[in-house]
């Protein structure tokens, strides 16, 4: 493990690293901002989740061209660009005091995290050799977690759902990043590979090469789905609980299953990767999807915290094998020169983001946080439409690469 450790490139530690600080500090806040509009400000449950469900309106909309850009003019520039806005939409944030200044502050973060994100992810698959790429990613994936775990208790001290003082903390952290990552672009200069405009693809013809790919296509369909019911953790979760006559203190809960969340990806993410890895690439997305759409169920039933907690639990294996592969899986499917423009067309799935605070929201609305039922079966139900796509999927990247496999492999 240290022969493989020390082959990474020091500027993927850095984006690793910074991933975890970043995370720490916007779980400390953004998690939160479901219930400081609703108490704070006394947003209705469909205001709130319009707001919440801007942010990925807003990077669906631009995450296509922040790959596509990156692979036009090159990683260093977006991602400085798009590390250090983004640290000013946290001061935003900070300084808001009415519901529109949130409204237009998460679109400003939608749109930064869906440019620095695929860019950053893009980089990752340029300076990392094909044999430690599931590493990689899986570190990432790790550091994020890392930094969830931490985050949402810290910010519940610090009072997240009261204040947005946590924010001016992100600000400042993603300012840090920032300068981090600029030392290190002009140290690593000379280790970078080059990056050609000539072998980007245009505008149209990436399009039409992600729209055309047969594989891709349902992938991209399906894991709408998945992130549709993981996006439903963060917004409608947080509002049941902070109004559920079931549970008292929502709020703290809600910030425990945060960081148990996190706790329980650190603990399982390796074997669990280790079990899954030699298995075909969508198998663990189709378990994924199921595991999450049946958490979900459980929690529209739990009536305790032991209840919730297992929930929590199974969504987390689901959670962990969705998106530790997703990387691998459209690293696999790319080719070289396009995968800034895949990174980002992939975005295109929190569509699902977007839907998820939204249909909470009315849910909520309309049922109201007694009902847990009737609010987390549409919910469960919904998610679970992801498989049927992923399975046209697996299908289809088997025979694909049957069918490109070298003569003598199939002999």
């Not at 990613?137 to 977690?145: G, V």
Request: aromatic share 12%; net charge positive; hydrophobic share 50%.
């Amino acid at each position: 493990m240290k022969q493989y450790l020390r082959q990474i490139h020091p500027l993927a530690w850095t984006i690793i690293v910074g991933t975890m600080f970043g995370r720490l500090v916007t779980s400390m806040s953004i998690p939160f901002l479901s219930i400081y509009l609703t108490r704070v400000l006394e947003a209705t449950p469909t205001q709130t989740g319009i707001t919440v469900a801007v942010s990925s309106l807003a990077g669906v909309m631009v995450s296509f061209y922040g790959g596509y850009i990156s692979d036009r003019i090159g990683r260093k520039i977006v991602m400085l660009i798009s590390v250090f806005s983004w640290a000013g939409v946290f001061f935003i944030f900070s300084a808001a005091e009415h519901l529109w200044v949130f409204f237009v502050a998460n679109t400003l973060n939608g749109l930064c995290r869906a440019v620095f994100e695929p860019t950053s992810r893009a980089l990752l698959s340029d300076i990392t050799s094909p044999q430690n790429k599931l590493l990689v990613f899986n570190l990432r994936y790790a550091a994020i977690n890392l930094g969830v775990v931490f985050g949402p208790i810290i910010g519940f001290q610090l009072g997240s759902s009261e204040s947005t003082f946590p924010f001016v903390i992100s600000g400042m952290v993603y300012i840090a990043y920032g300068l981090v990552l600029f030392l290190q672009f002009k140290l690593q200069h000379a280790n970078l590979p080059e990056r050609h405009q000539t072998t980007a693809p245009r505008l149209r013809e990436a399009l039409m090469t992600t729209g055309r790919d047969r594989v891709f296509l349902p992938v991209l369909i399906g894991t709408t789905f998945c992130v549709l019911g993981y996006g439903h953790f963060s917004s409608t979760l947080a509002q049941y609980l902070a109004r559920s006559p079931i549970f008292e203190n929502g709020s703290q809960m809600f910030s425990y299953m945060l960081s148990l969340n996190a706790v329980t990806v650190l603990i399982i993410q390796y074997p669990l990767v280790r079990t899954f890895r030699n298995l075909p690439p969508l198998v663990p997305l189709i378990v994924g999807n199921l595991l999450v759409a049946t958490s979900l169920m459980m929690v529209g039933i739990a009536e305790g915290v032991l209840m919730m907690m297992m929930s929590v639990i199974l969504f987390t294996i689901g959670e962990v094998l969705l998106f530790t592969m997703m990387d691998m899986l459209i690293d696999r499917i790319a080719k070289p020169e396009w995968k800034g423009t895949y990174f980002g067309t992939i975005g295109f799935n929190n569509i699902g983001s977007v839907i998820a605070p939204v249909m909470g929201g009315l849910l909520l609305s309309q049922f109201g946080a007694e009902n847990g039922l009737a609010v987390f079966v549409p919910i469960a139900l919904t998610t679970a439409l992801g498989v049927p796509f992923l399975l046209i999927a697996h299908r289809r990247l088997v025979a694909r690469e049957k069918e490109t496999e070298p003569t003598s492999l199939r002999m």
